[in-house]
């Protein structure tokens, strides 16, 4: 099953698509503007894998420092608001990034993180 696939089955799971974005803008007001690059960036990345066919393993390994910065930022801030959303977003990232380093050491590729 493609990582697409199984990253909106999970989305699905939580709450949907349309209330998983809504709940990731209402997290974006209560953070600084400079740190809603984050959030922002998320909420057009989530949102389109609804949309268009995205290549997410490759999207996860080219943007391999952006998804530890998010999930460092996100454990940060858990520590002021405890939120299933930003928890949620977290196991999402990570998920991904355990996927792929599944798919790389099955086919033999240089390690991931």
């Not at 268009?52 to 999930?71: A, C, P, Q, R, S």
Request: proline content about 1%; charged content about 30%.
């Amino acid at each position: 099953m493609a990582l697409q696939k199984l990253m909106v089955e999970r989305i699905d799971e939580f709450c949907g698509c349309k209330e998983f974005i809504s709940r990731l803008e209402a997290l974006s007001k209560i953070y600084d503007p400079s740190d809603r690059f984050y959030i922002d960036s998320i909420m057009i990345c989530f949102n389109s894998i609804y949309e268009i066919e995205v290549y997410v393993v490759g999207h996860t390994i080219d943007n391999k420092k952006f998804n530890k910065g998010l999930t460092t930022f996100l454990n940060k801030h858990l520590k002021k608001h405890d939120c299933k959303t930003s928890i949620f977003v977290i196991e999402l990232v990570e998920f991904k990034i355990d996927y792929v380093k599944t798919i790389r050491k099955l086919t033999g590729w240089i390690s991931f993180l």
